[in-house]
């Protein structure tokens, strides 16, 4: 009986995924974290402890992980600070920027809407 192939590396949107769970948002929330130095396993599905990256929020860090991210989903949760939201969420709240700083600092033309650059 043949041996099925070893898969290969999972593909990344940027790749060409056809996976329906990859999407713009997956890859937004990718880059806020890696933006600000969140470590995180990647490819992981489903949600994963990470530590919060708002520091005002902890008054003596965040020594112990104490927030979640959905990487498929593009959620983040922090159950000490209760930060939360989407990749834009978490830049607009520890960037202090407003929502047209925060589409020029992510590279998106500002103006645009949502359903304009987002699955």
Known sequence: MPQPEPSSAPETPSSGSTN???TDKADLMRGVLDHLGVRYRHPRWGWQPVRC???DGHRHGDRNPSASVNIPLGRFYCHACLLH???F???MTLEHKDAQATMTALGIAPGKEESEWLI
């Open 20 to 22: 329906p769970f990859l």
């Open 53 to 55: 990256p708002n520091e």
């Open 85 to 87: 939201g989407d990749g």
């Open 89 to 91: 969420d978490l830049m």
